[in-house]
Each structure stands twice: as C-alpha cells, then as structure tokens.
C-alpha cells in the first residue's frame, strides 16, 4: 500500500499523512483488498477543483473532493508488469483544501476530521462504492463512519 500525498502549499494539520495511511489500512483491511495498490491524493483551491468539476464532471462549481478510479470495470492488476518497488494506482483522489476547512467550520468539525471524511469518501468511491441511489448512500456512509471510528479510536 503506497500513498503519494501532494500537499501543495497548505498549511495542512500535523499527522494527516498518517492518518490517511491508516486510513488506507483500515479501509483494505476491513474491504479485504488484497493487492499492495498505491493511491494518489492532491489538494488544491476552489479555482482548480471548480475547473476539473467543470472539465470532468460538467458542473460548473467547485465541490469539496473529486475521485477517479485508475480502471473502473475491470481487473488488470494481475496482467500488469511492475518493478520493484512499484504498485498498481487505484486511483486518484483531489481534495479542495479551501472548502474543506470551510465545511469542517460550518459543522464543528476539526480540520484534521473533515479531511479525514474527505479522504475515506474519495477512497470508497475509486473503491467502487457510490452514493446516488439511497440504498448505496446509507452503505457508503455507514462505511465511512466505521472507518473513521476505527482510525480515531486507535490514534
């Protein structure tokens, strides 16, 4: 399990790497995932996040975390040929930094929580898990919570 974490230029709550390796631990662990994957993670502003929204998506507002799957609908894993050292990308996961300090304000979440969320619901979703009928959302999100709640009550 790799995690390659860019940070751009903000000011990010100290142990957030940690804690999203350990939250790539308890998610694969808890999913079953076997294989060692790596997984990309990007914070950027609204200005960025608005126009990938805009570009990927067709909508035309900025939104608090996009996610893509390296390959939904198949499993190439076992026919790619990896170095050394190497892991296959599950995916990639971009976080608006700016918005998440903003939602994690509104709710009386901490900083370091709502990134948290913000990680846990991009990784589920290139997991292959969604949201947009009911029965999905209330498994996704009870997913989520566990994951959370296992990774805060172990530090």
């Known amino acids: 399990m790799e995690l390659i974490l860019d940070l751009g230029d903000f000011a990010v709550p100290e142990g957030l790497e940690p804690r999203y390796r350990a939250i790539m631990a308890a998610t694969f ?19 960025t996040i608005h126009a990938l929204n805009k570009q990927y998506r067709g909508i035309d507002r900025p939104t608090d975390v996009l996610s893509w ?26 976080i608006d930094f700016d918005q998440a300090l903003r939602q994690a304000k509104e709710i009386g979440n901490t900083p370091m929580r709502e990134l948290s969320f913000l990680f846990t619901h991009g990784l589920l979703h290139i997991l292959g898990y969604d949201h947009m009928e009911e029965e999905e959302r209330k498994v996704m999100f009870a997913l989520q919570d566990e994951i959370l709640k296992e990774v805060e009550a172990n530090g």
């Open 69 to 94: 799957a390296f390959n939904e609908g198949g499993d190439p894993v076992s026919s790619l040929e990896m170095g050394e050292g190497e892991h296959p990308l599950l995916g990639e996961i971009i």
């Open 29 to 47: 662990r808890r999913l079953d995932v076997k294989v060692d994957y790596e997984v990309d993670c990007s914070f950027v502003d609204d200005e």
